[in-house]
């Protein structure tokens, strides 16, 4: 018989989304039609206001004020108060998760987003009580506390910092697997060599910058854009931005004039692709972004992060030596420059390092550990 596989995510950034795409991806390559995957988002779904507009409210909080994001995420981090933070959400949310358990009955349920390990499983695990929970932690070094719940089936770290926290808060080491952090097959398999990425694109033939800001297209992407164009044309280099989600900033782009050739995309489908036809990557210190660049062999520069959630990928990225931090436009310009000057050995020493480190592979492992969990 089928087995239903339940993703609980939110588009709160698109790393949630991206991920439960990665194991959907995954686990149909591996298991065929014994599986049927659906992931739902609980805020918009469910959740009453604000939550129910958290997706829309994410990267305004982040840029706008983020003071109060950073409070949020301290009192998240508090063990206690998130204990009490996740019972208080349990009957504030009574209504919405009710009709979530309803409209939702499977086999395993798996969570990619902090905040839906607790409340939710407690609610399914009374309504289903056969049905098994994992959690596949979507954060690299400084996942924050809500993501560790002591009674799921299984919980996937995406690096030893992560696994280290989850024993630590009392996940038993028999559940936890260190497998990384779930990447979509495209960045494993056979993949075209930059030419052919670049002609695939319509780019030009040069050394390549991919600029990037998250599925929102956040951080000062226009600061380091601009600067990057400049450095670039005196290269004989080219740049490409990626805007994701981000409408105003895509157009905004769009309607300049660029003294090197310079590609403005809103929400791209492929990035494989794009990454494949890259040198190096620009990006605030998203976690997924990281793993897909580390996956492709391309250095960093991180030019920003979100406090709190991002913080501990900036040491994760300088501490491996794949890549450096620097939020700075003009510096970016000079640093990304110099990496692509011909014959200089950074860049290829970086890239080395990155394949060393990455786990492209991750999501099909994570998909067999799953499917173990559905026997
Ligand atoms: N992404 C995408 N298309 C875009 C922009 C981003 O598929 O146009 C994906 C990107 O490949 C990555 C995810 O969105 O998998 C972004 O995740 P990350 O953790 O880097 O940042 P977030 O958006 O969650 O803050």
């Given at each position: 018989?089928?087995?239903?596989?339940?993703?609980?995510?939110?588009?709160?950034?698109?790393?949630?989304?991206?991920?439960?795409?990665?194991?959907i991806?995954?686990?149909?390559?591996?298991?065929?039609?014994?599986?049927?995957?659906?992931?739902?988002?609980?805020?918009?779904?469910?959740?009453?206001?604000?939550?129910?507009?958290?997706?829309?409210?994410?990267?305004?909080?982040?840029?706008?004020?983020?003071?109060?994001?950073?409070?949020?995420?301290?009192?998240?981090?508090?063990?206690?108060?998130?204990?009490?933070?996740?019972?208080?959400?349990?009957?504030?949310?009574?209504?919405?998760?009710?009709?979530?358990?309803?409209?939702?009955?499977?086999?395993?349920?798996?969570?990619?987003?902090?905040?839906?390990?607790?409340?939710?499983?407690?609610?399914?695990?009374?309504?289903?009580?056969?049905?098994?929970?994992?959690?596949?932690?979507?954060?690299?070094?400084?996942?924050?506390?809500?993501?560790y719940?002591?009674?799921?089936?299984?919980?996937?770290?995406?690096?030893?910092?992560?696994?280290?926290?989850a024993?630590?808060?009392?996940?038993?080491?028999?559940?936890?697997?260190?497998?990384?952090?779930?990447?979509?097959?495209?960045?494993?398999?056979?993949?075209?060599?930059?030419?052919?990425?670049?002609?695939?694109?319509?780019?030009e033939?040069?050394?390549?910058?991919?600029?990037?800001?998250?599925?929102?297209?956040?951080?000062?992407?226009?600061?380091?854009?601009?600067?990057?164009?400049?450095?670039?044309?005196?290269?004989?280099?080219?740049?490409?931005?990626?805007?994701?989600?981000?409408?105003?900033?895509?157009?905004?782009?769009?309607?300049?004039?660029?003294?090197?050739?310079?590609?403005?995309?809103?929400?791209?489908?492929?990035?494989?692709?794009?990454?494949?036809?890259?040198?190096?990557?620009?990006?605030?210190?998203?976690?997924?972004?990281?793993?897909?660049?580390?996956?492709?062999?391309?250095?960093?520069?991180?030019?920003?992060?979100?406090?709190g959630?991002?913080?501990?990928?900036?040491?994760?990225?300088?501490?491996?030596?794949?890549?450096?931090?620097?939020?700075?436009?003009?510096q970016?310009?000079?640093l990304?420059?110099?990496?692509?000057?011909?014959?200089?050995?950074?860049?290829?020493?970086?890239?080395?390092?990155?394949?060393?480190?990455?786990?492209?592979?991750?999501?099909?492992?994570?998909?067999?550990?799953?499917?173990?969990?559905?026997?």
């Amino acid at each position: 018989m089928t087995k239903q596989i339940l993703f609980l995510m939110s588009d709160t950034g698109g790393g949630h989304r991206a991920s439960a795409n990665a194991l959907i991806e995954a686990l149909n390559q591996l298991q065929g039609d014994a599986v049927q995957c659906r992931m739902v988002d609980l805020f918009m779904g469910y959740g009453t206001w604000p939550l129910s507009r958290a997706g829309a409210y994410y990267q305004p909080l982040v840029d706008r004020h983020l003071w109060l994001w950073q409070l949020m995420g301290r009192c998240c981090n508090q063990p206690l108060l998130w204990q009490s933070t996740a019972h208080a959400a349990r009957f504030w949310q009574m209504a919405g998760l009710r009709r979530f358990v309803a409209d939702n009955p499977a086999d395993l349920y798996v969570s990619v987003h902090p905040l839906f390990n607790h409340a939710p499983q407690w609610m399914l695990r009374q309504a289903y009580p056969r049905a098994r929970f994992a959690t596949v932690v979507t954060d690299l070094a400084s996942a924050p506390h809500p993501w560790y719940s002591p009674t799921v089936d299984l919980l996937v770290a995406s690096c030893p910092a992560v696994q280290t926290a989850a024993q630590q808060a009392g996940v038993p080491s028999s559940r936890v697997l260190l497998a990384g952090l779930p990447i979509r097959l495209g960045f494993a398999q056979a993949r075209p060599i930059p030419h052919q990425a670049r002609a695939a694109l319509g780019l030009e033939q040069r050394p390549t910058v991919l600029l990037l800001g998250g599925g929102e297209g956040m951080g000062a992407l226009e600061d380091s854009a601009t600067a990057l164009a400049s450095s670039l044309a005196l290269q004989g280099g080219q740049l490409a931005v990626i805007c994701g989600r981000n409408r105003a900033l895509h157009d905004r782009l769009s309607r300049r004039r660029w003294p090197a050739p310079v590609r403005i995309a809103g929400y791209v489908d492929n990035m494989p692709l794009w990454m494949a036809a890259a040198d190096l990557v620009v990006s605030k210190a998203g976690p997924g972004t990281i793993a897909e660049a580390l996956a492709c062999g391309l250095p960093l520069i991180l030019n920003g992060f979100v406090p709190g959630q991002e913080t501990g990928n900036v040491a994760y990225v300088e501490g491996n030596r794949v890549g450096v931090y620097c939020s700075d436009p003009e510096q970016i310009a000079n640093l990304a420059a110099s990496w692509l000057e011909p014959g200089n050995p950074v860049l290829a020493a970086m890239s080395r390092r990155a394949r060393a480190l990455a786990r492209p592979s991750a999501a099909l492992e994570i998909a067999q550990a799953l499917s173990a969990l559905l026997v």
